[in-house]
């Protein structure tokens, strides 16, 4: 039997095995006899401790708990080997931490490391993690600092356990249930143009600037849209995706999980009985800057309209027999941007001369993502095929447009785009962002121009039917 054909019943054998052991806990057996299908949840606390870098060194380290960060999803037993979706609240993870998290999570659902649909929401006053990227900084004894490895670890242990725990008490899935509500005065997009006719790109996630409140939305994806699983008429859980930078104001040392993390607690407050995760879509280029100037109270505002989208997506949701859960993992290959101040020698020389701490961790950053490219490790673009309904992850901070070409992809289906899952890459910007000089590629940004061409080719291959 090959390793991608392993059977539901083979599969539970193995958990129930393993827990026999002592390498895993037992799942819910009992219920296996009623339906295919059977999901787990899972929900561990990732908080960093206080003095933590916070958004890879580039704003104030952790001085304050504003609200806790969290490991959060599911596992979906029932057609191959189990399948992961988790979603953390952290800014970004990449490369070695990317796959020491996928590895963990997949050993504890007995699955394989590209079955594991990892992403980070992506909130700025959070955590960064990059192991080779700190390694770097640490034996160079460089000031800036990316990520605290035994807390790294911690975390990733913590999650795993959490996800070996939800085993123990599988829910039997029959339907799966899709639904779609219009956010309200959210996103908008970075690129603006100006009264006097230029073009913009400074619509940051706040901003005061009275042409950027002004000027319209943009390219953006009004539509949040939640996937939900189901027992019969009962809800188990709900997995969102909305595509949006999730800040409303940061920077100064409160760690947060932002207005997306204050509405999710919103829903688990009206729906106890419904496990709820969010995840941020394809958001590179998309902010709340038109209808957010930064002041705290906004947080709240924000949050309330994204719970009322939310409470509307689950009004409006249609259920379906949950019959298949396909699973297909296409490689992604982007090149390493080469420019002025992207080469391997001009990384290097940054890292040792730069006198800014976080100039120092953007260099060990873009040379950890080289050398992921230098040894031939491909991104695992991801597709999950539900029936009607389909899950797919992008890497890092993929432009919307790209949201939008996977559902011109899939016409007249269901398809939930998760963005920031393999986040080396930085910005992953269409090829008319590199023309028009988009200010936010000068730095964030590792991959060279085609980019699009390669994740439209991944995409297609990734969402065909059959």
């Known amino acids: 039997m090959r390793r991608g054909d392993l059977s539901r019943r083979e599969a539970l054998r193995r958990i129930a095995a393993s827990a026999a052991a002592g390498a895993a806990p037992a799942i819910a057996l009992g219920a296996a006899k009623e339906s295919p299908f059977q999901l787990a949840t899972f929900q561990a606390d990732v908080?960093?401790?206080?003095?933590?870098?916070?958004?890879?060194?580039?704003?104030?380290?952790?001085?304050?708990?504003?609200?806790?960060?969290?490991?959060?999803?599911?596992?979906?037993?029932?057609?191959?080997?189990?399948i992961v979706l988790a979603a953390v609240d952290w800014c970004e993870i990449r490369n070695d931490a990317y796959d020491r998290w996928r590895d963990a999570l997949a050993s504890a659902a007995l699955t394989r490391r590209e079955r594991v649909l990892l992403a980070s929401?992506?909130?700025?006053?959070?955590?960064?993690?990059?192991?080779?990227?700190?390694?770097?900084?640490?034996?160079?004894?460089?000031?800036?600092?990316?990520?605290?490895?035994?807390?790294?670890?911690?975390?990733?242990?913590?999650?795993?356990?959490?996800?070996?725990?939800?085993?123990?008490?599988?829910?039997?899935?029959?339907?799966?249930?899709?639904?779609?509500?219009?956010?309200?005065?959210?996103?908008?997009?970075?690129?603006?143009?100006?009264?006097?006719?230029?073009?913009?790109?400074?619509?940051t996630s706040s901003t005061r600037d009275p042409a950027a409140h002004a000027a319209p939305e943009g390219t953006v994806d009004p539509w949040l849209r939640t996937l939900s699983f189901w027992d019969g008429e009962r809800p188990l859980a709900a997995l969102s995706a909305y595509a949006t930078h999730p800040?409303?104001?940061?920077?100064?040392?409160?760690?947060?999980?932002?207005?997306?993390?204050?509405?999710?607690?919103m829903r688990e407050a009206e729906e106890p009985g419904v496990f709820q995760a969010y995840f941020s879509g394809a958001s590179g280029n998309v902010t709340a800057g038109k209808h957010n100037d930064g002041a705290p109270e906004n947080r709240r505002a924000l949050a309330e309209r994204l719970a009322a989208a939310l409470r509307a997506?689950?009004?409006?949701?249609?259920?379906?027999?949950?019959?298949?859960?396909?699973?297909?993992?296409?490689?992604?290959?982007?090149?390493?941007?080469?420019?002025?101040?992207f080469?391997?020698?001009?990384?290097?020389?940054?890292?040792?001369?730069?006198?800014?701490?976080?100039?120092?961790?953007?260099?060990a950053l873009g040379l950890s993502w080289r050398k992921r490219c230098a040894a031939g490790?491909?991104?695992?673009?991801?597709?999950?095929?539900?029936?009607?309904?389909?899950?797919?992850?992008?890497?890092?901070?993929?432009?919307?447009?790209?949201?939008?070409?996977?559902?011109?992809?899939?016409?007249?289906?269901?398809?939930?785009?998760?963005?920031?899952?393999?986040?080396?890459?930085?910005?992953?910007?269409?090829?008319?962002?590199?023309?028009?000089g988009d200010t936010n590629l000068a730095d964030w940004c590792w991959v060279a121009p085609g980019a699009e061409r390669a994740l439209r080719e991944a995409l297609e291959a990734a969402l065909r039917e059959g």
């Open 377 to 436: 490790r491909a991104i695992d673009l991801v597709a999950v095929d539900l029936g009607g309904a389909q899950v797919v992850l992008l890497p890092g901070e993929s432009y919307v447009e790209h949201q939008l070409l996977a559902q011109k992809l899939r016409p007249g289906s269901f398809v939930l785009t998760i963005g920031y899952g393999e986040c080396a890459t930085g910005y992953v910007p269409i090829e008319k962002a590199f023309e028009e």
């Open 313 to 341: 997506a689950s009004k409006a949701t249609e259920r379906r027999p949950l019959e298949r859960a396909s699973f297909r993992s296409v490689p992604l290959r982007l090149e390493p941007r080469s420019g002025p101040g």
């Open 343 to 363: 080469t391997a020698e001009d990384l290097e020389r940054r890292l040792a001369t730069d006198p800014r701490p976080f100039g120092q961790c953007l260099a």
């Open 47 to 82: 908080t960093p401790p206080l003095g933590h870098p916070l958004m890879g060194g580039g704003i104030a380290p952790a001085s304050s708990i504003e609200d806790p960060l969290s490991a959060r999803g599911i596992a979906l037993l029932g057609d191959g080997e189990p």
């Open 247 to 265: 800040m409303s104001y940061y920077g100064k040392g409160g760690v947060s999980s932002d207005f997306v993390g204050l509405a999710r607690s």
């Open 121 to 203: 929401v992506h909130q700025h006053d959070a955590p960064v993690a990059d192991l080779e990227a700190e390694r770097m900084l640490e034996e160079r004894k460089a000031a800036g600092r990316i990520c605290d490895l035994a807390f790294h670890e911690k975390a990733v242990e913590r999650a795993a356990a959490a996800l070996r725990e939800g085993l123990r008490a599988t829910r039997r899935v029959t339907h799966v249930g899709t639904g779609m509500a219009k956010v309200e005065r959210i996103a908008s997009n970075r690129r603006f143009v100006g009264p006097d006719g230029r073009v913009s790109f400074g619509r």
